[in-house]
């Protein structure tokens, strides 16, 4: 199985920008958690970040085709980017929405995902295990 995981901007921030909220552990970290928890899974994880929108989706459009599902943090562009969406609509793979924090309980403008109803699930506030728990997700949906 060959997974994507897709993080956007700020992302590769981690263990810098608002540690009360994110903690102090790094993109690095986070990258060493995932690939630690396949390790003895017949299970690929490819990581893709951009700080920019169309880089996402070219990555997507592009590479789609190699992956059997996708998961996807896409930062602040959780609340407005159309187009990542109409990518993920177009491309069809199994998908599950992963956010560190918990954005039904913060700003009121991150309450809104224009992503969160076309993807298989969403995750919220749980950190990096948010990640493990979207891979073990798309294991039992991709066969």
Not at 44 to 58: L, P, W
Not at 94 to 100: D, K, N, Q, S, W
Not at 116 to 130: A, N, P, R
């Amino acid at each position: 199985m060959n997974i994507l995981v897709i993080n956007g901007p700020n992302i590769n921030m981690l263990g810098i920008r608002e540690t009360d909220i994110y903690g102090k552990k790094t993109y690095k970290d986070l990258l060493n958690y995932i690939k630690n928890s396949v390790k003895e899974k017949k299970i690929k994880v490819r990581f893709f970040q951009s700080n920019h929108e169309g880089e996402i989706i070219d990555f997507l459009q592009k590479k789609y085709i190699k992956f059997d599902g996708i998961i996807i943090n896409p930062g602040a562009l959780t609340h407005y980017s159309y187009a990542i969406r109409d990518c993920l609509l177009a491309i069809q793979k199994p998908t599950i929405e992963v956010h560190l924090s918990d954005i039904n309980h913060r700003e009121d403008f991150r309450k809104k995902s224009v992503i969160s109803d076309i993807v298989l699930e969403t995750i919220t506030g749980i950190g990096f295990k948010g990640y493990t728990d979207a891979i073990n997700l798309l294991t039992k949906v991709i066969k």
